[in-house]
């Protein structure tokens, strides 16, 4: 079963007054760990995972991984913050001061989740032209454009974490944004 399609993925939207997105850098391998307490907790929190595959010799071994190693995104209260910042598994709480942009860029990388789950984790990019797509699966969304090895490539980023995934897209379909 594919996580990133279950219906137990919180609802990716700027939270109620008294309650906020924060970003928890994790100690490492821990992720799923605090998922899971955050779960039992009741706080909604999302784990961007993408499969990967092994491969010994002859055999396969495909699994799940944090998009992201070392970040998982909750939404929380300020006593909540307070709990999760005494949680073993977390090694530091960054507050997030622009709620619907982290919503935004959590929302690309969900849409290019459902999409590929294979997707590549690159360095963060700041610099670039700035593209929407126009057209196929990823229509809507907004990344800068890179060139890799001859083929077009839309960056979407996380500023909060400086991370990025980067997607596959035909050139005529972007747009400048």
Not at 3 to 22: F, H, M, N, T, Y
Request: proline share 8%; glycine share 6%.
């Amino acid at each position: 079963m594919n996580p990133i399609r279950d219906e137990a993925i919180p609802d990716l939207a700027i939270p109620p007054p008294g309650k906020a997105w924060v970003v928890l850098h994790v100690r490492p391998r821990c992720e799923k760990k605090l998922e899971a307490f955050c779960q039992r907790s009741g706080l909604p929190a999302y784990l961007p995972l993408r499969r990967k595959v092994h491969r010994y010799g002859v055999r396969e071994r495909a699994f799940w991984s944090p998009l992201f190693p070392g970040y998982l995104f909750c939404v929380s209260t300020a006593p909540g913050r307070s709990t999760l910042r005494q949680n073993r598994y977390v090694a530091n709480l960054l507050e997030v001061l622009d709620q619907a942009r982290l919503v935004g860029q959590l929302l690309h990388i969900r849409q290019a989740l459902a999409v590929d789950d294979m997707v590549e984790v690159m360095p963060y990019l700041a610099a670039g032209r700035r593209v929407q797509v126009t057209a196929g699966p990823f229509k809507g969304l907004e990344g800068i454009v890179q060139r890799i090895k001859g083929r077009t490539k839309v960056v979407l980023n996380v500023d909060m974490i400086q991370q990025a995934v980067i997607v596959e897209v035909d050139s005529t379909c972007l747009a400048p944004a």
